[in-house]
């Protein structure tokens, strides 16, 4: 016996068998977690901190054991009231936990393995940051940071510093062992009292000549043929 079935036949068995392969496949609707920039307070980082990157993770449980708290409620309320956190050698890669600290004054974060360093844009209370012995490349969030007073940059692989020309009351600018090799955004910093920057490939120290307020500059190991231009420093104490 042989089978046979007119056009729309054939359309309406596709369409029901469509729609039943349809219900049978389609999942479950669930809600998503929420990205990173939506968490709006340590306590809701720590409450998802299942949800989150093991990278985050991390930094989050190293935060508890900071503030030796419990429960992510208790450690929030301690976190947010904290002004200076060292948090040095912890193995840190994302600092995304850290955006809402924003009563932090003093922060040092070295010898970790931090490349993105966005989150600190929202710090803008710091007035001492320590974050050399990193893999950081690109400093642009600094700029918004503009208490800041000292940074500590060295042994990481910066090549830009325009982002410390907005920094105008920085007073100490740690740079040793990256690879600049430009340092004209530094001329803007007039209150500079130290510069090291040794270990660098710098070759034109002309932008330091405005910078009459400085006591003790580092320029060892760069490719620096001129130093005329420190001719002008009369309140130097001490060049390496």
């Given amino acids: 016996m042989s089978l046979r079935f007119g056009k ?19 999942p479950v609707s669930t809600a998503q977690p929420k990205q990173h920039e939506d ?29 030796k708290a419990e429960d992510c409620l208790t450690a929030g309320v301690e976190l947010s009231k904290i002004t200076r956190l060292v948090l040095n050698n ?6 995304t936990p850290l955006s809402r600290l924003t009563n932090l004054t003093i922060l040092e974060l ?30 642009t969030p600094l700029s918004k940071l503009t208490n ?20 105008t009351n920085l ?10 090799t430009d340092i004209t955004p530094l001329s ?23 910078l009459t307020n400085l006591n003790y500059i580092g320029l060892s190991n760069n490719e620096i043929t001129d130093i005329t231009p420190l001719s002008q420093l009369t309140n130097l104490r001490e060049l390496w």
């Fill in 148 to 167: 800041l007073t000292g940074v500590w940059l060295r042994n990481n692989q910066i090549t830009d510093i325009t982002p410390l020309s907005q920094l």
């Fill in 188 to 210: 803007k910093l007039t209150n500079l009292t130290e510069l090291w920057s040794s270990d660098n490939q710098i070759t034109d120290i002309t932008p330091l000549s405005q």
């Fill in 171 to 180: 007073t100490g600018v740690w740079l040793r062992n990256n690879q600049i």
């Fill in 39 to 67: 968490y709006s307070s340590f306590t809701e980082w720590c409450e998802n901190k299942e949800r989150i990157s093991a990278e985050a993770r991390h930094t989050v449980e190293v935060l508890l054991e900071e503030v």
């Fill in 110 to 139: 070295h010898g970790n393995q931090i490349t993105d360093i966005t989150p600190l844009s929202r710090l803008t209370n710091l007035t001492a940051l320590a974050l050399y012995g990193n893999q950081i490349t690109d400093i």
């Fill in 90 to 95: 912890k193995e840190i890669i994302d600092i």
């Fill in 8 to 26: 729309n036949a054939l359309v309406g068995i596709g369409v029901a068998y469509c729609l039943s392969l349809t219900a049978c496949t389609s």
